[in-house]
């Protein structure tokens, strides 16, 4: 259900809105965030925190990367478009794609994965550290004698590296719609 006409003002609102939010969530979440908790937080509050967040955001993300998508994709009728146009909703659907793979698949990996590490480290006295990259040895040492952990590890790794991956492809994605957005402001 396209339409040729001019989107009204509450819809162009919607958009902008959607679209800076969920540029926001992933700058505070990638960067800033994870910065200031790893720094400041053991181990296990620092993943039970992400584990509880990091879905809810990835879950808002993807629906407001849907939502973006569904009003450009209503106000731009495919038999309308021109070559920039098409690339925008290109951009827009790589960007539902790959949040909603990351939320429903990567993100809820990662976290189960987590859970399941926590609860090996704690039993053998570990996760009380702060900061990720303290204590390695400690870390490297259960990796070596427990093969269940080690297992977890290498699997906790992939997913983390496949759901980052997804992360910065979505915000290359909304860095390149909030220039689009930009570019085609009438006045300022």
């Known amino acids: 259900m396209s339409t ?10 919607l958009q902008l809105v959607l679209l800076s939010s969920y540029w926001g969530m992933q700058i505070w979440v990638t960067f800033i965030s994870s910065f200031v908790m790893d720094n400041h937080l053991n181990r296990h509050t620092f993943g039970f925190i992400q584990s509880r967040l990091v879905p809810f955001y990835l879950h808002l993300g993807s629906g407001c990367a849907f939502i ?24 827009f659907f790589v960007s539902v794609t790959v949040a909603a793979v990351n939320a429903q698949w990567f993100g809820q990996m990662t976290s189960e994965i987590m859970a399941d ?16 990259s303290s204590n390695r040895e400690a870390y490297a040492k259960l990796c070596e004698t427990d093969v269940k952990y080690r297992h977890l590890s290498s699997r906790l790794w992939l997913y983390r590296l496949l759901s980052s991956l997804c992360n910065l492809c979505c915000i290359g994605c909304n860095f390149y719609s909030l220039c689009y957005m930009a570019e085609n402001l009438s006045k300022l």
């Open 4 to 13: 040729d006409t001019e989107p009204t003002f509450t819809v162009k609102l």
């Open 68 to 91: 973006n998508l569904t009003i450009y994709a209503v106000y731009h009728p495919s038999d309308l478009l021109d070559e920039r146009e098409a690339f925008q909703i290109f951009i």
């Open 117 to 132: 590490m926590h609860l090996i480290e704690q039993a053998c006295g570990l996760g009380q550290d702060i900061g990720l």
